[in-house]
């Protein structure tokens, strides 16, 4: 149980495009997603909280007009990075919290981006 | 001062040998405390979780919290190639989540 999904798993985008990330619990209804960035051989660095039906939170220093996030329902959250540009490439994984359980998360497989 | 600090390694061991991988932290609310491993290019995976003070063990995984030192560890016994990976400390106080660096480990054959 408890499995996320994200997709796609790997994306390269041209400058200036947009790229949207799916992040859906798969097994389990996920009253809250989290979405983090991750650089090589460093840690998760969070980006921003979601909760669903309400506006994510976002975590000092990251744009929310860059990077927007919709939470729509219980399963699935996603990430869109607008106007990309190659400082944007990195690796983005998002997370999943069970109803009731306020201390576990559930890590999805990641996503790869690269621009160019 | 870091919420949580972790030596980022890397951890070089045989085989077979024990493996000690610890965090530290500074916050005195923290009470749920967790292990993570991820492979390369891959999310982390949910190792263990442990509340409050004490011992948890997992086949050849344990995890200890001590409270009074602000001090976690995990420890693999009998380590095997494929326990090669990174490995995240992560502990939450409520709402919050704060993660460690994390320890690059590698076991060779």
């Known amino acids: 149980g408890a499995v996320v999904s994200q997709h796609p798993s790997r994306v390269i985008c041209k400058s200036g495009t947009s790229v949207k990330i799916e992040c859906r619990s798969l097994?389990?209804?996920?009253?809250?997603m989290f979405w983090y960035r991750q650089f090589p051989k460093q840690s998760l660095m969070l980006m921003a909280t979601s909760n669903e039906g309400s506006k994510a939170t976002y975590e000092q220093g990251v744009e929310k007009d860059k990077f927007l996030i919709n939470h729509a329902s219980l399963t699935l959250s996603t990430l869109t990075v607008t106007s990309a540009h190659p400082e944007d490439s990195s690796f983005y994984i998002c997370?999943?919290?069970?109803?009731?359980?306020?201390?576990?998360?559930?890590f999805g497989p990641g996503t790869r981006l690269t621009v160019t | 001062q870091k919420e949580v600090e972790q030596d980022p390694g890397p951890l070089s061991v045989p085989e077979g040998a024990i493996v000690s991988l610890n965090c530290t932290y500074s916050n005195s609310a923290f009470q749920y405390f967790m292990w993570y491993r991820q492979y390369s290019r891959k999310g982390p995976e949910l190792l263990m979780y442990t509340y409050s003070s004490g011992n948890k063990e997992d086949g050849r995984f344990t995890a200890q919290v001590d409270k009074s030192s602000k001090y976690i560890s995990l420890f693999i016994r009998d380590s095997q190639p494929s326990d090669s990976a990174t490995y995240l400390c992560?502990?939450?106080?409520?709402?919050?989540?704060?993660f460690g660096t994390g320890t690059s480990l590698t076991v060779i054959p």
């Open positions: 997370s999943a919290r069970l109803a009731g359980q306020p201390y576990e998360q559930y």
């Open positions: 097994d389990f209804q996920a009253t809250t």
């Open positions: 992560a502990m939450s106080s409520g709402n919050q989540f704060y």
